[in-house]
């Protein structure tokens, strides 16, 4: 019986080795709290929007991705599920989430919903042909396409952005002369 048949497969598992997964977890919150000790001490001494493009905050983004990918993994191997343990979801605040964007649609407009199409991406070998910063042109050109195919599908896309680091916050920022617009 192979990996995938045994791993994947419909039947019950029984007697699975967690100490590798738990090695794992404990290695990426380890990784989890230098990031908040190096981001307290770089926003001490820098602006906020200078303060993510830090060398030291970026090494340690990437590592925490890497590690994330290293809890799939262990997951994935030893238990064959495919665990989304990367995205964020916040519970809505005590008014409803979509009241304030709802406000906004011209009347007879379905609610808007926030879609969000996300990746993990390691940096290039030596020698490749694109750089980390490449990829968010690439993302960008792939999100133009793929509003422009919404549009043509008749739907309305209020909003859409491509974002390195965090998913983009739709109509939240008070610098943003869009939003108000």
Not at 3 to 14: I, K, N, R, W, Y
Not at 50 to 79: C, K, M, S, Y
Not at 131 to 142: Q, Y
Not at 159 to 178: N, Q, V
Request: net charge negative; hydrophobic share 40%.
């Amino acid at each position: 019986m192979s990996h995938e048949d045994a791993t994947h497969g419909p039947a019950p598992l029984g007697d699975v080795d967690p100490e590798p997964m738990h090695r794992a977890v404990d290695a990426l919150t380890s990784a989890l709290h230098e990031y908040v000790d190096a981001a307290v001490g770089v926003r001490a001494e820098f602006g906020a929007s200078e303060a993510d493009g830090d060398p030291r905050i970026l090494a340690l983004e990437n590592r925490v991705g890497t590690l994330n990918a290293t809890v799939f993994d262990r997951l994935h191997d030893a238990l064959g599920m495919h665990p989304d343990l990367t995205s964020s979801v916040w519970e809505p605040g005590p008014q409803d989430a979509h009241a304030e964007r709802d406000e906004d649609l011209p009347e007879g407009t379905v609610p808007a919903e926030a879609f969000y199409l996300g990746f993990v991406v390691a940096d290039p070998p030596a020698g490749a042909s694109m750089t980390l910063d490449g990829v968010i042109e690439v993302l960008d050109e792939a999100g133009e396409a793929a509003a422009a195919r919404l549009v043509d599908g008749g739907y309305q896309v209020m909003e859409w952005a491509a974002s390195r680091g965090l998913a983009p916050g739709f109509g939240d920022d008070p610098d943003d002369e869009e939003d108000d617009q």
